[in-house]
T-cell receptor
Framework: GQNIDQPTEMTATEGAIVQINCTYQ??????LFWYQQHAGEAPTFLSY??LDGLEEKGRFSSFLSRSKGYSYLLLKELQMKDSASYLC??????????WGAGTKLIIKP | GAVVSQHPSWVICKSGTSVKIECRSL??????MFWYRQFPKQSLMLMAT?????????EQGVEKDKFLINHASLTLSTLTVTSAHPEDSSFYIC???????????FGQGTRLTVV
């Protein structure tokens, strides 16, 4: 079967750095997305990785290792508004999105 | 980025009535639309995938006679929840993509409350 694993919840301090991990086992791989979702709102796009390595975009970076079936989202200089759920999603061989359950990130002052 | 408009943002309806949710792509051709539902504190659950001009493909466990999906044009898909019941209360989200694109763009979501 297809499976995406990410931690259910994480807590971090304002101004710090946090890394949210995602491991996957899917039938084929055509890229991995990270989305941010605030409560009661639709997800918003953060990043897309299809090649191995680190992609940096401002305070957010995303890393992919296809051989290990592993990705992480790195958030730097955390702000209170970063409190949200972070969803990992993999595009499988049929170009369907397989979603993780999301990681709820709690930022404390 | 591309814009997907979903309407209404929230709706309250009486049990037994039907509710229609619209999803429009404003600046691209949405050859494929995805409909999701999300219960509180849970991840997105794909309900169905529709390609323009074709019948929707429903995920296992989703009743196609209850959740009617129409995707008759390249810019509009609708989800109709028929004979709604309180257990249908949820957050419904659409996303749309053009042929050949990997990324799908999300609508704002519709919070449905059935009383």
């Amino acid at each position: 079967g297809q499976n995406i694993d990410q931690p259910t919840e994480m807590t971090a301090t304002e101004g710090a750095i946090v890394q949210i991990n995602c491991t996957y086992q899917t039938s084929g791989f055509n890229g991995l997305f990270w989305y941010q979702q605030h409560a009661g709102e639709a997800p918003t796009f953060l990043s897309y990785n299809v090649l191995d390595g680190l992609e940096e975009k401002g305070r957010f970076s995303s890393f992919l290792s296809r051989s290990k079936g592993y990705s992480y989202l790195l958030l730097k200089e955390l702000q209170m508004k970063d409190s949200a759920s972070y969803l990992c999603a993999v595009v499988d061989s049929n170009y369907q999105l397989i979603w993780g359950a999301g990681t709820k990130l709690i930022i404390k002052p | 980025g591309a814009v997907v408009s979903q309407h209404p943002s929230w709706v309250i309806c009486k049990s037994g009535t039907s509710v229609k949710i619209e999803c429009r792509s404003l600046d691209f051709q949405a050859t494929t639309m995805f409909w999701y539902r999300q219960f509180p504190k849970q991840s997105l659950m794909l309900m169905a995938t529709s390609n323009e001009g074709s019948k929707a493909t429903y995920e296992q466990g989703v009743e196609k006679d209850k959740f009617l999906i129409n995707h008759a044009s390249l810019t509009l898909s609708t989800l109709t929840v028929t004979s709604a019941h309180p257990e249908d209360s949820s957050f419904y989200i659409c996303s749309a993509k053009d042929r050949g694109d990997t990324e799908a763009f999300f609508g704002q979501g519709t919070r449905l409350t059935v009383v």
